[in-house]
């Protein structure tokens, strides 16, 4: 059975300042990887996904995303953080088998310092 | 405009009744999902729904009920077996079956609380 890691879960970085939201997953075959992005009372927005191809996944909101078969890794980066990015971001992993049930982490809640 | 919507976005039950929660979709998906978000914790899949006049117990469908008469709607029932009701509830839908089309969309959520 598919699961999914994301092992911090509050982050705060500085305005302006780079950004790594770690996500770790483990399926032994490639998984269907996604991260969304939820603001406080809100349903949650797809940043991006990744099913196959590229390994370097751009999003919305100049995110990005890299998936290394290595690592079982698929972290969520951004060079440089806006006061709005502040939110509670979840890493999802799926699988090809069974497509329509994906497994959410617990999430990672991102503050910004001004 | 295309989505998903959820109502009420607000709703307060005494204990011992059950409520319904409302979510519609005009996406054309087939699949429909609803979650339970509690703080701190990711989202737990309660039931979900391939097609019309099917569905699937989740992780957590203890408690809860639902109903898939049309493509549209897919209503969530929680009932007075459901220990610990207070919650975010999202609903979600996708469109299984085709390529990059397993994304599942969400709804805005609505907060119950037991009073």
């Known amino acids: 059975a598919q699961s999914v890691t994301q092992p911090d879960i509050h982050i705060t970085v500085s305005e302006g300042a780079s950004l790594e939201l770690r996500c770790n997953y483990s399926?032994?075959?490639?998984?269907?990887l996604f991260w969304y992005v939820q603001s406080p009372g809100q349903g949650l927005q797809l940043l991006l996904k990744?099913?196959?191809?590229?390994?370097l996944v751009q999003g919305i909101k100049g995110f990005e995303a890299e998936f290394k078969r290595s690592q079982s890794s698929f972290n969520l980066r951004k060079p440089s953080v806006h006061w709005s990015d502040a939110a509670e971001y979840f890493c999802?992993?799926?699988?090809?088998?069974?497509?329509?049930?994906?497994?959410f982490g617990s999430g990672t809640r991102l503050s910004i310092r001004p | 405009d295309g989505g998903i919507t959820q109502s009420p976005k607000y709703l307060f039950r005494k204990e011992g009744q059950n409520v319904t929660l409302s979510c519609e979709q005009n996406?054309?998906?087939?699949?429909m999902y609803w979650y339970r978000q509690d703080p701190g914790q990711g989202l737990r899949l309660i039931y979900y729904?391939?097609?019309?006049?099917?569905?699937q117990k989740g992780d957590i469908a203890e408690g809860y009920s639902v109903s898939r008469e049309k493509k549209e709607s897919f209503p969530l029932t929680v009932t007075s077996a459901q220990k610990n009701p207070t919650a975010f509830y999202l609903c979600?839908?996708?469109?299984?079956?085709?390529?990059?089309?397993?994304?599942?969309?969400f709804g805005p959520g609505t907060r119950l609380t037991v009073l």
């Open positions: 979600a839908s996708s469109k299984p079956g085709q390529s990059y089309s397993d994304t599942q969309y």
């Open positions: 990744y099913f196959s191809g590229d390994t």
């Open positions: 399926y032994g075959a490639t998984p269907y």
């Open positions: 996406l054309n998906h087939d699949a």
């Open positions: 729904s391939q097609i019309v006049n099917d569905f």
């Open positions: 999802a992993v799926g699988a090809e088998s069974s497509a329509s049930k994906i497994i």
